[in-house]
């Protein structure tokens, strides 16, 4: 998870003293849809009070989307903030790293650092719920490169099956004319079986050679079409990817290493 706590974090948040009520505090969470507020006195972060930490101090339901009933509020009124807050809780500083502030709420297992500047000012509040929004947003953006990145291996995978499939048809049109150039001498000239032999040996393919030319043209073949299809990455038995890899060294498969090897194991 990369970037700043500064880049996420809530800027210039709603705090509390901790001479308030501790139903000022409830108040001003329901009206904002927030779970936590900064305790601050003189400028300076010296609590943080919780939703949670509300309801397990006053000896009352405790909702946050609705706050505490009218019957019960006169049971609550004598209750302070600084009485139910956390005191000198863990802050984090604008320029601290995001990846720190995320490992350090997990590992204390809070839900918000009060972020500070140097004078220990609150200048914003980071959540959990910004965290997970960060590393969400990352996420996305490692899987938007990652799918990029495949395109492009995808693109050039095809690029370099067309090169291939190009030069096979040429080798085998060349061999295919060079064969009937040597009959035609073969019937016109009456070479030898020997100078006939030769001349077979110069066009250099044989006919295993010619069948395995010819087995990887039809794969490459395949391939295009599936790449034209939309399935060319796409195991036909699992659905999952096949690897780039895969595809070409043998660009007419139609599923991965996995399911090819349960196949085989199946056999």
Not at 79 to 88: I, S
Not at 101 to 108: I, P
Not at 133 to 144: D, E, M, V
Not at 223 to 238: F, I, P, Q, S, Y
Request: negative net charge.
């Amino acid at each position: 998870m990369k970037g700043l706590v500064k880049t996420w974090m809530t800027a210039h948040p709603v705090a509390i003293d901790p001479g308030a009520s501790a139903l000022a505090a409830l108040e001003s969470m329901v009206e904002r849809g927030i779970r936590h507020l900064p305790v601050v006195e003189a400028g300076r972060v010296v609590g943080v009070i919780s939703i949670n930490d509300l309801r397990a101090a006053l000896p009352v339901p405790v909702s946050l989307l609705s706050g505490i009933s009218v019957g019960d509020r006169g049971l609550v009124r004598d209750y302070a903030v600084g009485e139910v807050m956390t005191h000198f809780p863990e802050v984090a500083h604008p320029e601290t790293s995001l990846e720190d502030a995320a490992q350090r709420m997990a590992d204390r297992r809070i839900g918000c650092l009060p972020v500070v500047d140097g004078q220990g000012r609150i200048v914003g509040m980071l959540s959990s719920t910004d965290a997970l929004r960060a590393l969400a947003t990352s996420l996305w953006a490692k899987r938007a490169h990652e799918d990029e990145t495949r395109e492009d291996e995808l693109s050039g995978l095809l690029a370099e099956l067309s090169d291939e499939r190009t030069r096979i048809e040429r080798q085998l049109e060349s061999c295919v004319r060079s064969e009937r150039e040597l009959a035609v001498r073969v019937r016109e000239d009456g070479i030898d079986e020997e100078e006939r032999s030769e001349e077979e040996h110069e066009i250099g393919l044989t006919d295993r050679l010619r069948e395995l030319a010819a087995g990887r043209l039809a794969a490459i073949d395949r391939a295009l079409a599936h790449a034209a299809e939309g399935v060319l990455t796409l195991c036909d038995l699992c659905g999952g990817n096949i690897p780039i890899a895969r595809l070409r060294a043998l660009p007419g498969t139609t599923c991965c290493v996995a399911c090819a090897q349960e196949k085989e194991n199946r056999a």
